[in-house]
Nanobody, 129 residues
Framework: QFHLVDSGGGLVQPGGSLTLSCTASGFNLDTYTVAWFRQAPGKEREGVSCLSASDRITKHAGSVKGRFIVSRGTAKNTVYLQMNSLKPEDTAVYYC???WGPGSDICQLVSDKGQYDYWGQGTQVTVSS
């Protein structure tokens, strides 16, 4: 069965760092554009970062630019979201989504789940002292 698994969330103090993993089960992610999203209680889901299938294009929301890094692991089935200088407002459930497109340079922070072939179950990130 093919699916995505989000992991790496937890409790961290303001200013700290966490690295989230988006791991594919049953297939490789190297032909997929992967995007990260988050949803805080009472708020709409928002796009955070994305990495094109070609690895040439990355995009970040203005609220995380300069603090978050998205990268593909050496293993073909994992994409990471490195989150630095975390703030309390980064607290949310984080999800990854994957859209098939070998060699594509398209990378968009579209938060509609229907735009993705696979969607993770989410991992909680809490930033608090």
């Amino acid at each position: 069965q093919f699916h995505l698994v989000d992991s790496g969330g937890g409790l961290v103090q303001p200013g700290g760092s966490l690295t989230l993993s988006c791991t594919a089960s049953g297939f490789n992610l190297d032909t997929y554009t992967v995007a990260w999203f988050r949803q805080a209680p009472g708020k709409e889901r928002e796009g955070v970062s994305c990495l094109s299938a070609s690895d040439r294009i990355t995009k970040h929301a203005g609220s995380v630019k300069g603090r978050f890094i998205v990268s593909r692991g050496t293993a073909k089935n994992t994409v990471y979201l490195q989150m630095n200088s975390l703030k309390p407002e980064d607290t949310a459930v984080y999800y990854c989504g994957a859209h098939w497109g070998p060699g594509s340079d398209i990378c968009q922070l579209v938060s509609d789940k229907g735009q993705y072939d696979y969607w993770g179950q989410g991992t909680q990130v809490t930033v608090s002292s």
